[in-house]
């Protein structure tokens, strides 16, 4: 498409004319062409960029009037329309460029306006059971979708804010530059106004995903937004009013539902959602040093924080709850006799001068766990391992590093947890309490598809982000009010009404295991085998020989194609949620009772088994899922008390020898257990091997069975050479060098089967002549004649 002449003419005019009444008709030219799908050379566009910012700067300085708004809803349009290329408008990226679309944004004046008077919740008293009924939480629902503040921003504005985050997304420099513009106003207008939208109903989207594009970096922002709380508070009022629709069948349809100016509540959440993960985890990398009289939110009765060093000191009769032992924890000292066969026998003296004294203290404990999960290097996950959003995102991932989870560098301290302890709980509560599955909505191309655990819902994955960031030890802030181990929302008893304590797994784990279930069952069906399988040969087939389900997930993802990167992200911070859970006492015996049960089917290997536990042990051997197997791996050896030894027992030592070579922990092959009353346990597969039968070994092969061995032999021979496993010849190849073994045809077959009859009808032959002479010489001794002359 060409270039419409008010291009040229706009262009030509001096920076005062292009203020005045008379440059509205070519710029409104130009955006016309450029909303119809006129595309500017990267010279005319950088060279127009220039142009609006200069006169969107001179306009920012002018009184209202209507011929200034006209010049603003035109100005800020036609550059988020060039913003969405990256070539030719990298002034906007720069530091004037940024600066003059914070101004044109409004965010200074976002930052003086007033709050609303907040709506007063719904009060508890007002049901005598204290139990909402429905009339309840639609009161409830409605005063929420009140207390939303409506969108501040005028239409210029808007359209300012949405080109900046065109530009922070499309240009990673200006990420850099971002954080430096707004710290050069001391006042932090723009910054204030920034979090003052965060509740706002249309605005709430744009001000969540710049303050993300702004948290993606580190930087002094970082803790100036944390330790001032607002942030937080914003992000915390959201969710909570969030959950209240949610909790409304009458309302909850509204969620998702959204004009072109006032996107849905759920995606505004989303946005928040990755703020919120973005935010914690640049805190915990870098926090900043506590300003003289900053005070947490803590119980004096709980603990007593120590502002210089973080420690926690747990007040007298305080419940300490991690790593408790199992008598304490309620778990059975029984129960999954095979992964704790061993416990009873006296340690080696030399593990016990070499290790640390044991602690009754639990934070003592949760550090010495967490340091021996440190000290494991994996080459199975990556540090720069990035989540794909809808839109290109900035390189922070909800499982950016493998040390996510304890006090590791990038885990929040107990410390800093306290200042976005105000998030944990409406997070929780979202992780489990939004449905898993959204339908597919139709478009013109394809009709509406039904829900599936292929593509599980992004906004519950948006919410077990941020919860990878609190520290394991958790519980030891406030007790129950954030406990892990929770139930969300909370259990009734039926027997006296009370409200029942969490424990074993809580809400959180069973929610964990059902989406790790779905998306199991879904990309890597147990019952069915691939349409085209990567193990099986062109012999195999020609043999007729096929595989049997389960199969390995990696013969189901497709080769080339981003499907493991896709299940890598959605399955990645489920298994590391589930390795943070089975550090805890009371969940590890839970999870070991699920998956690991005393009297569990061995007839099978592990890997063999249609079950949860199956898909664990095979996801761990997979090679395309990295850091789903890393995850997985550390998961199952939570669970057998981190002992090389118990994981052998519990999967096998094929399958678990690759996942403590990694860790450097590789063992032996244990030896077979051998016993008279019950059939043995094979070390290698963990299934009991078959009952032997003399007969069936002292049965000879048959030809048949001696071919197909032969050439079993001879495929295993040839690769492991190629594999540089051995070194030996193999033998079938030193015969045929040696003459003693020839290739075969047809027509070499044929002859020897003819050399057979004529050596066979020749030994008949000879037979017979040889009975011939006997007959005659017994004659002619009968007749008294010499048998000589016979």
């Known amino acids: 498409m060409a270039a419409p002449p008010a291009l040229d003419r706009f262009l030509a005019l001096s920076p005062d004319a292009r203020t005045q009444p008379e440059a509205l008709a070519p710029l409104s030219q130009v955006l016309q062409a450029c909303a119809q799908g006129f595309q500017p050379a990267p010279e005319q566009r950088r060279k127009l960029v220039a142009a609006l910012l200069a006169t969107g700067n001179k306009l920012a300085d002018q009184g209202d009037s209507p011929t200034r708004s006209s010049f603003l809803a035109l100005v800020c349009t036609l550059l988020k329309i060039l913003g969405r290329s990256p070539a030719g408008t990298e002034e906007l990226g720069r530091s004037d460029g940024v600066r003059v679309l914070l101004r044109l944004g409004g965010l200074p ?8 008077a907040q709506t007063p919740p719904l009060a508890d008293n007002d049901n005598d059971d204290n139990d909402h009924d429905d009339e309840d939480e639609r009161a409830a629902a409605e005063r929420a979708i009140d207390s939303f503040e409506a969108d501040p921003l005028s239409q210029p504005e808007a359209e300012a804010l949405r080109c900046l985050a065109n530009t922070l997304t499309l240009h990673p420099s200006a990420r850099e530059v971002f954080p430096a513009v707004l710290l050069a106003d001391e006042a932090r207008k723009a910054l204030h106004g920034l979090v003052r939208m965060l509740g706002c109903r249309g ?6 995903r710049l303050l993300f594009l702004l948290t993606s970096l580190p930087s002094d922002l970082i803790a100036e937004i944390a330790l001032d709380g607002a942030c937080v508070a914003a992000l915390q009022q959201f969710a909570e009013q969030y959950l209240t629709i949610l909790r409304s069948p009458a309302h909850a349809a509204q969620l998702s539902t959204g004009t072109p100016a006032n996107p849905p509540l759920s995606d505004i959440l989303r946005e928040h959602l990755k703020l919120a993960y973005n935010l914690m985890l640049q805190y915990s990398r870098a926090p900043a040093s506590v300003p003289e009289g900053f005070s947490r939110p803590s119980s004096p009765s709980r603990q007593t924080l120590s502002p210089p060093t973080g420690e926690v000191e747990s ?35 030399a593990e016990a001068s070499t290790s640390p004294p044991r602690s009754k203290s639990p934070l003592a404990f949760a550090k010495r766990v967490v340091g021996a999960v440190k000290s494991s290097s994996s080459p199975n996950y990556s540090p720069n391992t990035t989540p794909k959003e809808s839109s290109p995102q900035p390189p922070a991932a909800p499982y950016a590093s493998q040390q996510t989870e304890g006090n590791s560098p990038d885990s929040l301290s107990l410390t800093s947890a306290h200042l976005f302890l105000p998030l944990f709980q409406p997070y929780l509560a979202l992780s489990v309490s939004l449905p898993l599955l959204v339908p597919v909505p139709a478009t013109p191309l394809s009709p509406a598809a039904p829900p599936s655990f292929k593509d599980p819902s992004p906004l519950v994955r948006a919410a077990l982000n941020p919860l990878l960031n609190f520290p394991l030890e958790l519980e030891e802030l406030s007790g129950w009010s954030t406990s892990w181990l929770q139930y969300v929302p909370s259990r009734i008893s039926s027997e006296d009404g009370t409200v029942l304590r969490g424990g074993g797994i809580g809400s959180l784990g069973e929610r964990l295991l059902e989406l790790l279930r779905g998306v199991c069952d879904a990309y890597f069906p147990p019952d069915r085998v691939p349409d085209e399988p990567k193990l099986l040969t062109k012999r195999d087939r020609e043999h007729g020989r096929a595989l049997e389900p389960p199969c390995a997930p990696d013969e189901w993802i497709p080769t080339g194609e981003s499907v493991a990167s896709k299940i890598d992200e959605i399955l990645g911070p489920v298994v590391l949620l589930l390795r943070k859970l089975s550090m805890l006492g009371e969940a590890q015996f839970v999870f070991r009772e699920l998956l690991f049960p005393p009297h569990r089917d061995r007839s099978l290997p592990v890997d063999r088994h249609p079950t949860l536990t199956g898909h664990l042990v095979r996801l761990l051997s997979s090679v395309l899922l990295r850091n789903t197997s890393f995850g997985v791996g550390e998961f199952l050896y939570n669970l057998c008390d981190r002992s090389p030894e118990h994981l052998v027992r519990a999967i096998g030592y094929g399958v678990a020898s690759g996942f403590l070579q990694n860790r450097g922990e590789l063992i032996p092959p244990p030896a077979g257990e051998d016993a008279d009353d019950s059939p043995s346990v094979n070390p290698i597969t963990g299934a009991y091997d078959p009952p032997s039968n003399p007969a069936d070994d002292e049965a000879p092969m048959s030809d048949a069975e001696k071919e197909r061995e032969a050439e079993r032999l001879y495929t295993l021979f040839d690769r492991m050479a190629r594999t540089g496993v051995i070194s030996a010849e193999n033998p079938v190849d030193r015969a045929r060098a040696e003459g003693r073994l020839q290739e075969t045809s047809d027509e070499r077959e044929a002859e020897l089967d003819r050399l057979r009859r004529e050596e066979d009808e020749l030994e008949k032959e000879v037979e017979r002549d040889m009975r011939e002479w006997k007959e005659r010489r017994r004659r002619a001794t009968e007749q008294g004649k010499d048998p000589a002359q016979v």
């Open 203 to 208: 605005a709430g989207f744009l001000a969540g």
């Open 109 to 116: 004046r976002i930052a003086d306006l007033r709050k609303p």
């Open 315 to 349: 007040a007298p009769g305080a419940k300490k709850r991690f790593w408790r032992t199992r008598e304490k924890s309620g778990g059975s000292t029984t129960s999954s006799p095979d992964l704790n066969r061993d416990e009873a026998s006296p340690p080696d003296e």
